[in-house]
């Protein structure tokens, strides 16, 4: 028997099938079904929007605004700027002063008070 013959795949093609209708879903079973999909990215976007927002909500609204953001903090200006913008004579309110070693050095020594003196002796 003779073997039989090698057909080419171009003699006979299928008929093109007609593609099933789609159902049109509704844009928030959609949505349901992303998230149950993606927890875990939905729910880490979720996590940093909210943490985002309470950080740029304390930059923009809850920090007190600098006179001159851009300009130099350290010196006379930035000084003379924080003694005019200070509310007069506060009660009860304890200041520092930063200042680097070099201008510590540089300062006279403030009187001894006879007071410190006293209680300071052996």
Same mark, same amino acid.
């Given at each position: 028997?003779?073997?039989?013959?090698?057909?080419?795949?171009?003699?006979? &093609?299928? !008929?093109?099938? &007609?593609?099933?209708?789609?159902?049109?879903?509704?844009?928030?079973?959609?949505?349901?079904?992303?998230?149950?999909?993606?927890?875990?990215?939905?729910?880490?976007?979720?996590?940093?929007?909210?943490?985002?927002?309470?950080?740029?909500?304390?930059?923009?609204?809850?920090? !007190?605004?600098?006179?001159? !953001?851009f300009m130099a #903090?350290?010196?006379?200006?930035?000084?003379?700027?924080?003694?005019?913008?200070?509310?007069?004579?506060? #009660?009860?309110? #304890? #200041?520092?002063?930063?200042?680097?070693?070099?201008?510590?050095?540089?300062?006279?020594?403030?009187?001894?008070?006879?007071?410190?003196?006293?209680?300071?002796?052996?």
């Amino acid at each position: 028997m003779a073997p039989p013959k090698r057909k080419s795949p171009e003699t006979k &093609k299928a !008929p093109a099938r &007609k593609a099933p209708a789609k159902r049109k879903r509704s844009a928030w079973l959609s949505g349901v079904s992303f998230i149950a999909r993606y927890p875990r990215l939905i729910s880490g976007v979720a996590i940093f929007s909210v943490v985002f927002s309470f950080v740029a909500a304390n930059a923009l609204w809850y920090q !007190p605004h600098h006179p001159s !953001p851009f300009m130099a #903090t350290r010196g006379d200006a930035a000084a003379a700027v924080d003694a005019a913008r200070a509310p007069a004579a506060e #009660t009860g309110v #304890t #200041t520092f002063r930063i200042q680097r070693e070099e201008d510590l050095a540089a300062q006279p020594k403030p009187a001894a008070s006879p007071l410190v003196a006293d209680m300071q002796k052996p």
